[in-house]
């Protein structure tokens, strides 16, 4: 078995590209997961592996292939190369080096006659869209669909901050036209949550196929999901600001239209 104990490998030095930039994660459809929990949910999910990097003093080989089968690619790293290469402070000793899923909305599809789909425009903090992601698995939405996306969902930080939620959800992307198109055809009520033109959450009928669309907390909704939606909603606020986190917002909705469904 192949072992790597230099931080100045080559292949090393390509990993940590795949970490650190969306375009050459893009480029070789790779990216790079961390972590028992997350690389588990990955499996489930049906991901395709391309190499297994593991500290041996950490996890034993026997604990890998209790994972995988023993056909999959392992590479033993010591500390130092793990350390260079993993992005927590806590110490699991394993890597997984993965293939790519096409997150395009022509693969979408749905079990349930009522969907229930949760949609963020234009989200750009990692930790933003990992909690929608928790929120999504919480509820266990249909679908999450990312409109106009500014971050690439296998950026590490999204990875860890979705605990691996990125892995548990259906997930589409697109442009926001592409999704209010797609949600049409599917015959999916559009429930936008704006302070314009807007009514209290808890007064809409959430039981027929419907999606949740929440945007920036800087800018809110474009007008184009404002304009198409089939009703713009809000969350009464008490205090000072007319805001709040996108992902607590979000909640708020979709287990509002969870309890209308009686869960």
Do not use: W
């Not at 229930?116 to 909690?131: F, M, R, T, W």
């Not at 930080?157 to 548990?168: A, H, K, L, P, Q």
């Not at 209010?180 to 033109?197: G, M």
């Amino acid at each position: 078995m192949k072992e790597i104990t230099s931080i100045h490998n080559s292949y090393i030095k390509e990993l940590l590209k795949l970490q650190e930039k969306a375009r050459e994660r893009k480029k070789k459809s790779l990216f790079i997961i961390e972590g028992k929990r997350e690389i588990s949910l990955a499996i489930q999910a049906n991901y395709t592996f391309d190499t297994i990097l593991f500290v041996s003093d950490l996890i034993s080989e026997q604990e890998i292939l209790a994972l995988f089968n023993e056909n999959i690619n392992r590479i033993i790293i010591s500390k130092e190369v793990y350390q260079k290469l993993a992005y927590r402070s806590t110490t699991e000793g394993i890597l997984a080096v993965t293939k790519s899923k096409d997150f395009s909305l022509t693969n979408i599809s749905f079990t349930n006659k009522r969907p229930l789909i949760l949609v963020a425009e234009s989200l750009e903090k990692p930790g933003n869209i990992g909690a929608l992601l928790r929120t999504a698995d919480a509820a266990n939405v249909d679908a999450v669909f990312i409109a106009n996306p500014k971050s690439d969902l296998y950026n590490t930080n999204i990875i860890r901050s979705s605990v691996g939620c990125v892995f548990t959800n259906q997930i589409g992307v697109g442009t926001s036209e592409e999704i209010i198109t797609f949600l049409q055809k599917n015959n999916v009520n559009i429930v936008a949550t704006t302070l314009q033109n807007s009514n209290e959450y808890y007064k809409e009928d959430y039981t027929k196929g419907t999606a949740v669309v929440v945007g920036t907390e800087a800018t809110g909704l474009s007008e184009v999901f404002r304009e198409k939606a089939t009703q713009n909603i809000n969350i009464p606020m008490q205090g000072k600001i007319d805001s709040m986190n996108v992902s607590v917002a979000a909640a708020i909705v979709v287990f509002e239209a969870k309890r209308q469904r009686g869960f």
